[in-house]
């Protein structure tokens, strides 16, 4: 698995570039324990892994740099709260109780993180705004509403001119604002937990896994520039599970692509009014995500769709780059042209019924994963547990993500990949207005 990004993520790009990166090198390595993939679930279980070993030999292992898969390239939201993501009816509320529990948990283990190890990651509890220019969504967020408030999540609805005011955009009809939301910097907060990882942790970049298999008593792991051979493994791929043959019947990765624009002069933040930052999630699926971020930039994500997972070529970028170009002259026409100063793309893993994925696979076998949109969180809380759960303990967030609604079996190919296809294209015109 050989993962080529583009190197203009902004999030990225923000950062002093780290120097002493290391990657595998020798012919063959031993360990006690083995993480594959370093975003927020490997880093979050390397560390804890560290913490509770620290007379063990723990590695680290990602095939690009650490940190800058998904976990740098998301819009830099830490949810408590998420519309689109499968629950359809009253009879659903349970489920979706046990979801927004364990984003709680999420909030509160990145919380924590943040308080330990004194990070700056643009940290906002400024809730966030599930909003579109359709007056008829209103019916959509109204039911919303109900399920919110039989939940017990602060909320209320706005319309255009309360809205026009908090955004610096007329472009949206009716929105839904959530109190618990927090906005941050993925890249910062992704960086922080490079920086705290134990001394005990070996760490390796740019080093691929080509392929692996287990007996009763090790698991053998192929490079692309050596070998491992481990105890134990916690496989955090996230979106790249599917390629490496990690629960295939029950994920998939989506490709997304977002820009971010130079900062604002004070003419144009003027003529918007000189808003406070905020969020928007999209009504529709396939309405567009948008920030006003802490430093007066704007952030779009409006694209999804199936494509390599491993390669987004720069040609491809730059026509997604035309569409968010799109997605934010609607909201802001005043804005010049050539406003947008990065595009990147990035990788989500989805399960069928928006569940997570959290398991034992074999004695010395652990994956987690598949968070759907909300791995800053999720991913966090997730690697710290699996961690934990590898290590034959329990814990009362273990228990609680247990509770959870467990994913539902794929089809097969060729028609799983007709039907991501086909509801991609049905949503995508459903929300074609709001991109």
Known sequence: MKVINDNSCGWINDLIPRHNIKSLVKKKVECDWLIVGAGYTGLSAARKLGQLYPNEKVILVDAQSAGEGASGRNSGYLVDTTLNDGFTSNKEIENYKKKTDIYALGINCVKNFIKEYQ????????????????????????????????????HNLLEEKELSNRLGTSFYNIALYTKGGILLHPGKLVRSMINALPNSVELYENSSLLSWSSTKDYISCDFNNGKITTKKIIFATNGFLKSLGIKENYNFPITLTASITRQLTDEEFNTMGQPKEWGVLPVRPMGATIRMTKDKRILIRNTAEVHDPLNMPEKILKKRSKIQMIGIKKRFPYLSDDIIQSTWSGIVSRTRNSSQIFEKIKENIFVAGCYNGSGIGVGTLFGEQIAIKASGENSTEIETIEKRRRPTLLPSEPFLNFGIKTRLLYERLRAKSEI
Do not use: M, Q
């Open 119 to 154: 990070v700056d990651c643009d940290w906002n509890e400024c809730g966030k705004y599930f909003a579109s220019s359709k007056p008829k969504d209103k019916k959509i967020l109204n039911n919303f509403s109900a399920t919110l408030s039989n939940l017990g999540f602060e």
